[in-house]
């Protein structure tokens, strides 16, 4: 059975940069689309950013400041994350085996997620 694990979120000062990890383990057929998803303060659960294959998909509220990216050979799931803003406080967790998923709005349901890692940026 698929496992994540993220790491990688801390505290950052507005305008830094932070990488999140998402390590996989155990049965990993279901890795061929995967997300990031985030949960801020007093917010729903809203999708950051989705990739399967070399195809990749951004909410517009971290496009051109975030990039996903995988390491299929390492089973490894990164979330490069630049220009931070005190909006992008949350906490961030990796998915895979997607059940579906909508680009048009960023939403999506997925069997299997990690436990969460805290970003929290100050002004």
């Given at each position: 059975q698929?496992q994540l ?8 000062r507005?305008?830094?940069s932070l ?9 990993t057929s279901?890795m061929?689309y995967?997300a990031w ?7 729903e659960?809203?999708?950051v950013?989705?990739?399967?294959g ?6 517009d509220?971290?496009?051109g400041?975030?990039?996903?990216s995988q ?6 799931l ?5 220009g931070?803003k005190p909006?992008?406080t949350?906490i961030y ?14 939403t999506?349901?997925?069997r299997?997620?990690?436990q969460?890692?805290q970003?929290?940026v100050s002004t």
């Amino acid at each position: 059975q698929l496992q994540l694990v993220e790491s990688g979120g801390e505290s950052v000062r507005a305008g830094g940069s932070l990488r999140l990890s998402c390590a996989a383990s155990g049965s990993t057929s279901s890795m061929d689309y995967m997300a990031w998803f985030r949960r801020r303060p007093g917010k729903e659960r809203e999708g950051v950013a989705f990739i399967t294959g070399g195809q990749t998909y951004y909410s517009d509220s971290v496009k051109g400041r975030f990039t996903i990216s995988q390491d299929s050979a390492k089973k490894l799931l990164y979330l490069q994350m630049n220009g931070l803003k005190p909006e992008d406080t949350a906490i961030y967790y990796c998915a895979a085996d997607r059940r579906w998923w909508r680009v048009s709005d960023m939403t999506g349901e997925f069997r299997v997620w990690g436990q969460g890692t805290q970003v929290t940026v100050s002004t």
